[in-house]
């Protein structure tokens, strides 16, 4: 009898031994061969970032010229504006302002003002960064700078694309920031612009020149809530409470904000400076957005909980004792949680008070990070939690679950700002692996995503966004007609403890 040979086999007629073809089925030795190349490719694949399929500007053009904006491949039809868009996010231009490094940004927003100058009124935009150790910072966004006398320049470098491509090399404008920042009494949490009419003047319809900024709070005091003129600048105290303030919001009409505290959400009339509470919590709120109408509010808390709130009826109005609720858990938001946390929360239930509505409320997977709701269709929103999910619902659905999820993202427990480009159509985030990743809305892709700091990006602000002309197709399609100018369509601010980074289309 033929000794065996192993990957051998004998053919007694040829009297020889033929190698066997491809691995002998169950042999030891082959698996212990391929377990490493596997390992080391999907090392690989943690390293390298999923990247769209890079298609070239001028192919597109030539394609539009030839079948006009609705584009055919493989029995499927595209719209040529959203792929010529989803090209440009996908290769986009990064810059990194120098001088100002090192410095923690807690919150970012620009605004576009009116100045009055010796030499008459001209318009101009500014930066106002909120920092983690309190001084809050109004930035000139000018080639030069007009407004202070005592500033610092900061002149932006190009960090990405590596490769230095003339074309799409051309600068930003510089920011140019005051020597004497304003010092509030803590950590600036958050600031955003004040809607139509701002309270403390009498420019009706100057939306763009009142900022609406909340302070954390700390030890020795609480946080407070302060309306800013950057044109001239001055600040109002529109508000002082005995907790912690985490986020804050600004109702459509610009006369009232509701804010997110440790005890719950109330709602502050700018005017008076009159509170009224909404809903009372023993969990954080770290997150809120209005709908269009102004009518409800979306509040995301620390146990995970999206809860919509009804702004319209106050505590103070409620007949009777105020309306306690009791909503359980749902079975599937600790999925990426150990199995014994798991049944503790699918047995707990979360207490709230207030004006809510129940049945929409739902369950993220850990603590809620950031909300955007759209408003081209306010009936969706965009939500994030601090477990890396990235998730779109639709309030008529909010039952079923997300519609719509975007793969990538990675936190742990930071609290990271979404951001949404005006049109709508662009989701953009910070991540603790100090990337900065672009999806698209619609179809969840991953656009873009590349590593701009040690540390992770947390705010962002995405110029555009939070106009009059959100809500109406009008935004659409001056934004599509913006695309094919010389200059970038779309461009954002992120801030991250490292510094401070533009990022705009190439």
Request: hydrophobic share 30%; proline share 6%.
């Amino acid at each position: 009898m033929p000794k065996e040979l192993p990957g051998f086999y004998y053919d007694a007629e040829k009297n020889r031994y033929f190698p066997i073809k491809g691995p002998i089925p169950g042999s030891a030795s082959s698996h212990s061969q391929l377990k490493p190349n596997h390992k080391h490719q999907q090392e690989n694949n943690q390293q390298s970032e999923p990247r769209r399929k890079e298609t070239k500007t001028a192919n597109l053009l030539q394609l539009r010229e030839l079948f006009g904006n609705v584009l055919s491949f493989k029995r499927s039809k595209y719209n040529f504006q959203r792929e010529y868009q989803k090209t440009q996010a996908s290769q986009p231009v990064i810059w990194k302002y120098k001088s100002i490094e090192k410095i923690g940004y807690g919150a970012l927003e620009q605004f576009h003002i009116d100045m009055q100058t010796p030499e008459g009124q001209y318009e101009t935009d500014c930066l106002l960064v909120g920092h983690m150790s309190g001084f809050l910072s109004l930035c000139e966004v000018a080639q030069v700078g007009k407004h202070f006398d005592c500033v610092v320049e900061c002149v932006p470098d190009p960090i990405w694309p590596l490769e230095k491509q003339p074309v799409c090399m051309k600068p930003p404008t510089h920011l140019w920031m005051p020597g004497a920042p304003f010092l509030m009494n803590s950590t600036v949490s958050c600031i955003k612009a004040v809607g139509k009419r701002a309270p403390h003047t009498d420019d009706v319809g100057s939306s763009s020149q009142h900022a609406l900024i909340s302070t954390l709070g700390s030890e020795t005091s609480g946080g407070c809530l302060y309306i800013m003129k950057p044109n001239e600048p001055r600040t109002f105290e529109a508000a002082s409470l005995n907790c912690t303030i985490w986020t804050a919001e600004c109702h459509p009409d610009g006369s009232q904000a509701v804010i997110g505290t440790n005890r719950g959400a109330a709602l502050i009339n700018l005017e008076t400076g009159a509170l009224s509470w909404l809903c009372h919590s023993k969990s954080d709120i770290f997150s809120q957005q209005f709908n269009q109408s102004g009518n409800v509010v979306l509040c995301g808390f620390r146990n995970g909980a999206i809860v919509t709130v009804d702004v319209r009826q106050r505590q103070q109005e409620l007949p009777g004792p105020i309306p306690t609720h009791q909503i359980p858990f749902s079975s599937n938001t600790g999925h990426n949680h150990s199995s014994r946390n798991v049944q503790k929360r699918t047995k707990a239930w979360f207490k709230l008070k207030g004006s809510i509505h129940p049945s929409s409320t739902i369950f993220m997977p850990s603590s809620i990070s950031s909300l955007v709701s759209l408003q081209t269709d306010d009936q969706y929103f965009v939500a994030s939690s601090m477990d890396g999910s990235i998730k779109l619902y639709d309030h008529r659905l909010i039952q079923r679950g997300a519609i719509q999820s975007y793969e990538g993202h990675v936190n742990s427990h930071t609290r990271i700002q979404l951001g949404v480009d005006p049109s709508e159509r662009l989701v953009m985030s910070g991540g603790e692996d100090g990337k900065v990743r672009i999806w698209s809305i619609k179809t969840g892709e991953l656009l873009f995503g590349t590593k701009v700091s040690n540390s992770a990006p947390t705010t962002v602000c995405w110029p555009g966004t939070g106009t009059d002309l959100k809500g109406t197709s009008e935004l659409r399609h001056r934004y599509d007609e913006d695309l094919y100018k010389q200059n970038h369509s779309w461009g954002a601010w992120l801030g991250s403890d490292e510094g401070l980074f533009y990022i705009h289309d190439s």
